[in-house]
């Protein structure tokens, strides 16, 4: 039987064919280099005074023919052409605006194809698909870990495209990574402005931004900036080889820098009867220290390539316009070193801590000579009398501890207190769950319990790159990220090997680990992400971002930066005088982070946690605008080389021996209130750390500042009142900040007369524990 005649079967290839021929000219056509010879279009109706194709580039194409004209516009990333009989040239991304027309024009003598009718244009297709670049990309503000970047849509869009992806890539840097991994990010398609964080210091990145579709990514346009430098590396202590009349013998050892070049050595001289506080900012050479009457002063500065290893200080040369004179003879003397890094006129130095102290430099002896038999007698006395007291207390403290038990309140030291049902451990790893009674005594292992109430992390879902942010309590944090919904989200990764964990360390880690559990998670608090466990390792994630509040206030000086501040209107009888901004954010910002901290700081309260090292330090800000509170249990680490000291935080309560609580917080709360309208300054800068306790507990208080009314700093001396019971709860704290920022007065005013400002100092040395 035959199904088909013979004229449905020519019917049924011709149609098969002209399927297979439209397929196939849909595929060349999706590739971005095919086109078809001319590529005609159609012809569509036309107006004079706007043609259907706006971009008009008729003086970029020589010859003018059609085939350079669509030669051209696919150049520019257009996908149509128009061209008009050897007189213009135009290019856009779609056609058609006007009805359909007819061409009876051809387009050149020496071309095929109709061009043009008498009401109508003819358009050409140049093969181009996908978006063309962004018209402009703009980089600013770079900071020592971001830079901020603007940019506009295409002008050839072509196609419908979702979002922007923007890729940094390190060009250049000094770190002695020299292959830093490319940071990525991507944004909606509504974006056109983005802050790029998590960047290397002192390097040079190549930043591009394409646009994106679940298709193909768009042609990118890219630009080179450069991130600020960090601070240098503390360099070692120089080392003592021999005291001579009047000079020092010192041994010195170069620094690796991470954080950008290493432009010069400085070697510094620091009087022990100096009673002033060393302070780096105030050095100056050996002739302008005198003159001022600084007990400190530069010895010398060497060029990277000059620093040898042994250096004398006090041999009357000059090294780098700095003069190095003779020391005298009847002081006792420290010799540090500093390492200078400059980079796009920004200059950072940073010192090692005050050295050995050399005694009387009058007598020619080696260091190792501490002197006659009487201070060895002296000494070897002194230390066997010590020694014995030692001893006694020792025995001392094993018969009280014996009849007292193991049962002690220990209430000077709460790092982070749980005030409530605690976790005990016992040294097998298993723990008693807390919430049960105790004569149920159920033992579950403690892995098992993490997995129950947090996220167990897949180990491919969790990226640990090689960048140690800093020193953990049970490890080290590294730089890290975690795929969350298809994005990577950047974490801070706590390292830590539980298995060599003793059991006390163990039981304060799972302590440490059960307050960000049962913090859970809040906006203004850095939660855990969750758990990921290795064999010999247990991965603890926990959200990060780069940038600390302290850093966005102390970035936010632009009378100290190379951006001129704005001018303000003033009256007539201010002629003369202009007021600036003296802070590159809003006083509304500054409020919402406020409002924002204690917020969190009420939530911690409500979960009978105590935070007790509020700092600015201790807020990470989310974009520079968000604050997220950070430090809660196991999220708290110190940063390489640094180890911060909360003295100028702390509550006169605790100067008196009594242990933390809530309202010792809302007293570091108004520090913190007082740093941010500093912008951030250092608390007591003129105090020295050993004297604040004291000054406090006399009544010294932080002052009011030029910018802040009488309404606000009334909040700040409420949180430091002796009476704790006088002091506002967070919650009271959170309402009156909240009705600040509502109402019409003005509680924070940055704009201030330039002539004979000047801002808190920022002391990081005075924040730091010196050792």
Not at 230 to 249: A, M, N, S
Not at 555 to 565: D, G, H, K, N, V
Not at 577 to 600: D, M, T
């Amino acid at each position: 039987m035959e199904l088909y005649s013979s004229s449905q079967v020519e019917i049924l290839l011709f149609l098969t064919w002209s399927v297979l021929s439209i397929c196939i000219g849909e595929i060349q056509i999706k590739h971005e280099d095919i086109g078809t010879p001319l590529s005609v279009v159609g012809c569509f109706q036309k107006d004079h005074d706007y043609r259907d194709l706006p971009f008009n580039i008729t003086n970029a194409v020589v010859p003018l023919s059609a085939e350079s004209c669509k030669a051209v516009c696919k150049q520019k990333f257009f996908r149509y052409a128009f061209f008009k009989n050897a007189q213009a040239c135009y290019c856009d991304s779609s056609y058609g605006r006007y009805h359909p027309a007819e061409c009876l024009q051809s387009c050149n003598a020496n071309e095929t194809g109709s061009c043009e009718g008498s009401l109508s244009n003819a358009v050409l297709d140049t093969g181009w698909r996908v978006p063309g670049p962004p018209t402009s990309l703009k980089l600013f503000n770079a900071t020592v870990t971001s830079v901020q970047a603007v940019w506009t849509p295409p002008a050839a869009l072509n196609d419908v495209f979702t979002e922007y992806i923007v890729v940094a890539d390190c060009i250049n840097t000094y770190s002695t990574i020299t292959q830093l991994e490319p940071r990525q990010w991507v944004f909606p398609n509504s974006t056109l402005k983005a802050g790029l964080p998590d960047l290397h210091p002192g390097s040079l990145y190549n930043i591009s931004v394409a646009t994106h579709s679940d298709h193909v990514t768009g042609v990118k346009v890219s630009d080179t900036i450069w991130t600020q430098i960090g601070e240098p590396e503390e360099p070692e202590v120089p080392r003592i080889l021999r005291r001579d009349k009047g000079q020092i013998l010192v041994q010195l050892s170069p620094v690796i820098n991470e954080n950008g070049p290493i432009t010069a050595y400085r070697i510094v001289v620091v009087y022990e009867a100096g009673r002033e506080a060393f302070r780096k900012d105030l050095l100056k050479s050996f002739h302008e220290a005198e003159f001022e009457g600084l007990s400190y002063y530069i010895a010398a500065e060497l060029k990277p390539q000059d620093l040898k290893d042994e250096f004398v200080v006090g041999d009357g040369r000059t090294y780098g316009n700095y003069y190095n004179p003779p020391l005298p003879l009847d002081y006792d003397v420290h010799v540090t070193l500093g390492v200078v890094s400059s980079l796009n006129n920004v200059t950072k130095v940073t010192y090692a801590h005050l050295g050995h102290v050399v005694l009387n430099i009058g007598d020619n002896v080696p260091v190792a000579d501490v002197g006659g038999s009487g201070l060895v007698i002296g000494l070897s006395v002194a230390i066997g009398v010590f020694g014995f007291i030692l001893l006694l207390s020792v025995v001392a403290y094993c018969m009280l501890r014996r009849h007292l038990g193991r049962r002690r309140l220990n209430s000077d030291h709460q790092e982070l207190s749980l005030q409530g049902p605690m976790i005990e451990v016992e040294p097998n790893g298993y723990i008693h769950n807390g919430f049960i009674p105790e004569e149920e005594d159920e033992r579950v292992n403690h892995y098992e319990n993490l997995k129950r109430q947090v996220w167990n992390i897949p180990r491919n879902f969790l990226d640990v790159k090689s960048d140690v942010l800093g020193q953990g309590q049970y490890g080290n944090v590294m730089r890290g990220t975690v795929q969350q919904r298809g994005f990577p989200i950047p974490v801070a990764i706590h390292t830590i090997a539980d298995g060599d964990l003793p059991p006390d360390k163990k039981r304060s880690m799972l302590r440490d680990l059960g307050v960000l559990i049962r913090l859970g998670t809040h906006e203004n608090i850095a939660s855990l992400v969750g758990t990921c466990e290795n064999p010999d390792t247990l991965f603890v994630v926990v959200e990060h971002h780069p940038a600390s509040l302290k850093d966005v206030l102390v970035e936010s000086r632009c009378l100290e930066r190379s951006i001129a501040p704005y001018s303000v209107q003033v009256s007539v009888s201010d002629v003369g005088r202009s007021k600036q901004r003296i802070c590159s954010l809003s006083e509304r910002q500054i409020l919402e982070a406020a409002v924002g901290i204690a917020r969190a700081m009420d939530y911690l309260t409500s979960k009978k946690i105590i935070h007790t090292k509020l700092a600015a330090r201790n807020v990470l800000m989310v974009d520079g605008v968000v604050p997220k509170v950070t430090g809660c249990g196991i999220a708290r680490y110190n940063k390489c080389r640094e180890k911060p000291d909360y003295t100028r935080w702390t509550a006169q309560e605790i100067f008196r021996g009594r242990p933390h609580v809530n309202k010792s917080d809302v007293w570091s709360f108004a520090c913190v209130l007082w740093e941010i309208s500093a912008l951030g300054g250092t608390p007591y800068a003129d105090v020295a750390t050993s004297d604040v306790g004291s000054r406090v507990m006399r009544g010294h208080r932080l002052p009011q500042l030029q910018c802040v009314d009488d309404d606000l700093y009334q909040l700040m001396l409420q949180c430091w009142q002796l009476d704790l019971d006088e002091r506002p709860t967070f919650r009271e704290i959170t309402h009156i900040l909240e009705n600040m920022l509502d109402d019409s007065m003005i509680h924070l005013n940055f704009e201030m007369y330039a002539a004979g400002f000047h801002y808190e100092q920022y002391i990081p040395e005075l924040e730091q524990v010196q050792t």
